[in-house]
């Protein structure tokens, strides 16, 4: 099983940018496609975005489409979420997780989940 360790989370001004690692470990990280999640103080776990094992499919919630951006390095076992004209919305705690079997939007085929990330956007 693949366990995620997040970082490069912090405070930052609404319109400024962070970008989000998650180092993975175990040999199956390149055959898993990978997601990010946030989670608001008092509201669910919510898709931000994933990326297929090769990378060749990407997707995104609506409300970052534009702003985020998903990547992955399978040499290095890392995937990123660059994140542009960060807003307030955007605060909470981001997680990275793994799916053994596709991209998906919902949290239900994620089998490994990291400790998160806290992401502060101040306005």
């Known amino acids: 099983q693949v366990q995620l360790i997040e970082s490069g989370g912090g405070l930052v001004q609404a319109g400024g940018s962070l970008r989000l690692s998650c180092a993975a470990s175990g040999r199956t990280f390149s055959t898993y496609a990978m997601g990010w999640f946030r989670q608001a103080p008092g509201k669910e776990r919510e898709f931000v975005a994933a990326?297929?094992?090769?990378?060749?499919?990407?997707s995104y919630a609506d409300s970052v489409k534009g702003r985020f951006t998903i990547s992955r390095d399978n040499a290095k076992n890392t995937v990123y979420l660059q994140m542009n004209s960060l807003k307030p919305e955007d605060t909470g705690v981001y997680y990275c997780?793994?799916?053994?079997?596709?991209?998906?939007?919902?949290?239900?085929?994620?089998?490994?989940w990291g400790q998160g990330t806290q992401v502060t956007v101040s306005s």
């Open positions: 990326i297929s094992w090769s990378a060749g499919l990407r």
């Open positions: 997780a793994s799916n053994p079997s596709r991209i998906s939007s919902s949290p239900m085929g994620y089998i490994s």
